[in-house]
T-cell receptor, first 112, second 113 residues
C-alpha cells in the first residue's frame, strides 16, 4: 500500500533562517506531488506541484521553492524565512484526475 | 471566480445524533467534488469523491450528495461518534486542470458525549 511521510512534524525557526521540509512517498511510482499551506481559518493553498523529476510548477509568488530530486521525493525550501511563512505545510500525492489526493500528516512551522 | 463555500463554519452535536454539512461551489467547468476529514494536527483523509454523474455516495456512516445543477453538495453523518470530531473540507476540481483543487475552509464539527 502507498504511504506518504513528512518530516519534521513541528519546527520552530527564527526569521531569516533557511528551511528544508521533506516529503517521501512509498508504494507508487511517478506520482503527482503537491505542497500545500494551510493557514488558520483558511482553505488549503496550493504552493507547488510536480508531475515528474525536476518538473516543478509554482502556483503563487513567494519566498519558497520546491525541488523533486527523485521520483518519490519532494522538498520545500526557503533561503530566508519570513514571519508570514508560518503555517501548516502539507505534502500530498495523487495519480489519476478522478482519484483523491493523499496527504501526509503535515509540518507545523512557527517563525519567531 | 472559482470558489467553494461551506456552512456552517462550526457545529456542535451530541453523540448519536445526525448532522448535515453543506457545500456550495462556483467552479466551472466542474470535474469532481471531494469531501475530506481532517483531524486536528493531521493531514486530510479522503471520504468520498463524486463526478458529475453521481448524485450520492456513501462511506460507512458518511453519505455525500451532489446536485450539479444547483452546484451544491452535502455530507450527512449518521449516528455520530466522538471520533467524528474533526474538520470536514469540501474540495472541487475543475476539469480544465484537475491537479488544481479548490478547497473550502471547512466545517469544524465537535461531538460531545
Amino acid at each position: 500500500s502507498q504511504t506518504i511521510h513528512q518530516w519534521p512534524a513541528t519546527l520552530v525557526q527564527p526569521v531569516g533562517s533557511p528551511l528544508s521540509l521533506e516529503c517521501t512517498v512509498e508504494g507508487t511510482s511517478n506520482p503527482n506531488l503537491y505542497w500545500y499551506r494551510q493557514a488558520a481559518g483558511r482553505g488549503l493553498q496550493l504552493l507547488f506541484y510536480s508531475v515528474g523529476i525536476g518538473q516543478i510548477s509554482s502556483e503563487v509568488p513567494q519566498n519558497l521553492s520546491a525541488s523533486r530530486p527523485q521520483d518519490r521525493q519532494f522538498i520545500l525550501s526557503s533561503k530566508k524565512l519570513l514571519l508570514s511563512d508560518s503555517g501548516f505545510y502539507l505534502c500530498a500525492w495523487g495519480g489519476q484526475s478522478n482519484q483523491p489526493q493523499h496527504f501526509g500528516d503535515g509540518t507545523r512551522l512557527s517563525i519567531l | 471566480k472559482n470558489q467553494v463555500e461551506q456552512s456552517p463554519q462550526s457545529l456542535i452535536i451530541l453523540e448519536g445524533k445526525n448532522c448535515t454539512l453543506q457545500c456550495n461551489y462556483t467552479v466551472s467547468p466542474f470535474s469532481n467534488l471531494r469531501w475530506y476529514k481532517q483531524d486536528t494536527g493531521r493531514g486530510p483523509v479522503s471520504l468520498t469523491i463524486m463526478t458529475f454523474s453521481e448524485n450520492t455516495k456513501s462511506n460507512g456512516r458518511y453519505t455525500a450528495t451532489l446536485d450539479a445543477d444547483t452546484k451544491q453538495s452535502s455530507l450527512h453523518i449518521t449516528a455520530s461518534q466522538l471520533s467524528d470530531s474533526a474538520s470536514y473540507i469540501c474540495v472541487v476540481s475543475a476539469s480544465y486542470n484537475t491537479d488544481k483543487l479548490i478547497f473550502g475552509t471547512g466545517t469544524r464539527l465537535q461531538v460531545f458525549p
